[in-house]
């Protein structure tokens, strides 16, 4: 083997590495930036004083009275 190809197979084990290392970063940044996103969307452990499944008991709470009032306007009975 001369030193040129020698030459030629450090240069391109070389610029492979590059190539694999700046896949690599690019790799964890986007994965820094899902996590990001991620973290934006959580929702707070606590809305307004009140745990979450409180509220959604509320909310639930609030359906079935939504209900019951249009079921009772479908009976022809008034409220």
């Known amino acids: 083997m001369t030193q040129i190809d020698l030459l030629i ?3 391109s084990l070389l610029a492979l590495g590059m190539l694999t290392a700046s896949a ?3 790799w964890q940044g986007w994965l820094a930036l899902k996590n990001r996103e991620l973290e ?3 929702m707070p452990p606590e809305l307004e004083g009140g745990s979450r ?3 959604a008991r509320i909310e639930i709470a609030d359906l079935k009275e939504r209900i019951r009032k249009l079921e ?3 009976n022809g009975v008034d409220l």
């Open 40 to 42: 934006m969307h959580r």
């Open 24 to 26: 690599l970063m690019g």
């Open 9 to 11: 197979a450090a240069s």
């Open 72 to 74: 009772a306007i479908a």
């Open 53 to 55: 499944e409180g509220m």
